[in-house]
């Protein structure tokens, strides 16, 4: 009987110790929480597949509608939503130093490709890169690629002009997006010229998809190990990217990096950069930086514009810069170009508008699109920044601590928050970006929000599809010109239609991590007389 008791008393324990307490973290703090659920927490409709993870955001952000803050766990891990844009601000910008780092998924030293990329990299090593690689983002490098990307852009074109000579063509947006974004990182960032419409099995597109294809069940099965025996995957050496990925990538940089040298060649292009950055000459040209590439752009810090004496940057660091381009930048980049092409087709009027400015801009170029020219087009990025905000790639960013920091109290009814080393914080980008208190009506798809006369009503730290503070995205400009570049030359030719594919409205898939339509994207392209 005793004994019995000793095992009851023992479990109970045990299972308040285990599965119960981790799930107060936040409300012994004082700060707000929804009911604890042991070992899912948060996550368990995601789980049980009735909400994607932007519902849980958008959900978990409406929780306390007037609170600063509350707390989440995401699984046993938890998590303080940041809900004030004035504390977003001062932990992201001004108290920056306490919180430099993301939280990784994989762990430090397995891989140095993945490992040594900018997003990945910590504290003082990603200072050092964020400064090296910055250069490489200004205005004067963007208008250098523009005649890259605008290539690009026109293959995709004469791609659809061809294949629609009998009139509207269905097709599915997301393939033929990811295609061009493709292209341009081909072109862009490893200076190679390919054309994955006509060529849809070329190398470069299968290796470019291995390497960002979370959704395979080998890399999830690693992205499992890594989280829960990052030990054992270190032990194992089990590597991000396959062998004979990282292989190709590796070799082409090399190759590309001796041939250049061994024939004086100079292409406006990244490799040509980091080739630059390595002899340490590569400068920050703030002069040139004006605000041509729209609203939503974000502005390097002052760390960013740090003056980086010549470095150590090794070919693998450089074959690990250019592969960022596939993890931030391509996934991201084609989910915006789909949600815009689906905005447009299911409103004929707003589509009509931004023809008519592409229209008059045609006429004044005389087809032959500039740098300059594009960033004078206010109505598409209107409609960019629109399409940003309501469907913000990023559905979510983190923080994790790395100094000890209290969140002070701002009244009686707040207590100070002790942010202890390794805790986890999250800006909440889709939350704010549907709060009908910052945007009226916010399932409303409304380019006039970012107008002339009503952006000045956005207050700041509000719209965040390219995060904020000095660990923002590194390549907002060139993706709002690569985005841009595509939509003048798409609507120069085509009307974007609604056909008897397309699922209006759009499905988020629940199976997905990330913003995913169910069953793709179709849309008709239907030439212009
Ligand atoms: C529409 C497209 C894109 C969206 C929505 C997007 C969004 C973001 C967001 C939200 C972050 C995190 C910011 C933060 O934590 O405050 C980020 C980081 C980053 N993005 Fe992008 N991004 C896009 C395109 C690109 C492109 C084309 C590149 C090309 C290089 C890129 C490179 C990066 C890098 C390197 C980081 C990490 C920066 C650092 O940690 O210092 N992104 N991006
Ligand atoms: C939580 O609030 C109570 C009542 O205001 C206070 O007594 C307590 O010290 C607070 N706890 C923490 C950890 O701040
Ligand atoms: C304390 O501040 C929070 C957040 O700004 C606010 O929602 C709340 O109403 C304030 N409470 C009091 C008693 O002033
Ligand atoms: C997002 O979902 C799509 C559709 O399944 C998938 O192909 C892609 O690899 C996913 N991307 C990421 C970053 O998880
Ligand atoms: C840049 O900003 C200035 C002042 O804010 C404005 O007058 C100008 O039109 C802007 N240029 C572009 C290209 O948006």
């Known amino acids: 009987m005793f004994t019995l008791l000793l095992i009851l008393g023992s479990s109970v324990i045990l299972i308040y110790y285990f599965l119960i307490k981790p799930q107060l973290y936040w409300k012994e703090r004082n700060v707000t929480q929804g009911p604890p659920v042991p070992i899912i927490g948060d996550n368990k409709r995601t789980i049980l597949r009735q909400e994607s993870f932007l519902e849980m955001v958008k959900r978990t952000y409406m929780r306390f509608p007037n609170e600063r803050y509350t707390g989440i766990y995401q699984m ?33 030293n397995s891989d140095p490709l993945w490992n040594k990329n900018l997003f990945a990299l910590k504290g003082e090593k990603w200072r050092d890169m964020r400064a090296t690689l910055s250069p490489a983002f200004t205005s004067s490098k963007m208008r250098a690629m523009f005649t890259l990307i605008n290539d690009c852009a026109k293959k995709f074109i004469d791609f659809h002009l061809e294949a629609s000579k009998d009139g509207e063509i269905t097709v599915e947006m997301k393939d033929i997006f990811t295609r061009y974004a493709n292209d341009v990182i081909a072109t862009c960032a490893f200076g190679v010229t390919c054309d994955s419409l006509k060529e849809p099995k070329n190398e470069f597109y299968v290796m470019g998809r291995q390497a960002s294809d979370f959704s395979s069940i080998i890399k999830n099965l690693k992205i499992f190990f890594f989280i829960l025996l990052p030990k054992i995957a270190k032990v194992l050496k089990i590597a991000f990217f396959n062998e004979h990925v990282s292989k190709f990538f590796k070799n082409l940089v090399k190759e590309t990096i001796k041939m250049r040298e061994d024939n004086g060649i100079v292409r406006p292009d990244m490799i040509n950069l980091l080739m630059e950055a390595r002899k340490g000459r590569l400068k920050y040209d703030e002069e040139t930086n004006v605000n041509d590439s729209g609203f939503a752009t974000v502005e390097e810090s002052h760390i960013g514009k740090t003056q980086v004496l010549k470095q150590e940057i090794t070919d693998t660091d450089i074959t690990a810069q250019a592969l960022i381009f596939f993890f931030a930048g391509f996934e991201s980049v084609s989910t915006l170009m789909c949600f815009m092409a689906y905005e447009l087709a299911v409103s004929p009027d707003i589509q009509s508008k931004l023809m008519s400015e592409v229209d008059e801009m045609y006429a004044e170029c005389n087809g032959k699109l500039t740098y300059d020219k594009l960033a004078t087009m206010k109505y598409m990025d209107m409609v960019i920044s629109e399409t940003l905000r309501k469907w913000p790639s990023a559905i979510a960013v983190d923080r994790v601590c790395v100094k000890p920091y209290t969140i002070p109290a701002v009244n009686e009814s707040e207590s100070p928050v002790h942010i202890k080393i390794g805790d986890v914080l999250w800006l909440p980008i889709i939350g704010m970006h549907y709060d009908p208190e910052l945007y009226p009506n916010p399932d409303t798809f409304d380019p006039d929000r970012f107008s002339e006369e009503n952006k000045h009503n956005i207050k700041s730290s509000t719209y965040l599809p390219f995060g904020i503070g000095p660990r923002n995205c590194i390549g907002s400009r060139f993706a709002l010109m690569e985005t841009k570049t595509v939509f003048f030359h798409i609507l120069s030719k085509f009307e974007i239609t609604v056909t008897s594919k397309t699922v209006v409205p759009i499905q988020i898939s629940k199976k997905q991590f990330n913003i995913t339509a169910e069953g793709g994207y179709w849309l008709g392209l239907k030439p212009r007389q």
């Open 76 to 108: 046993t891990v938890p998590t303080l939503i940041l809900r004030d844009p004035d504390l977003i601000k001062q932990i992201t910008v001004k108290d920056f130093e306490y919180f430099t780092d993301h939280r990784s998924f994989v762990p430090d």
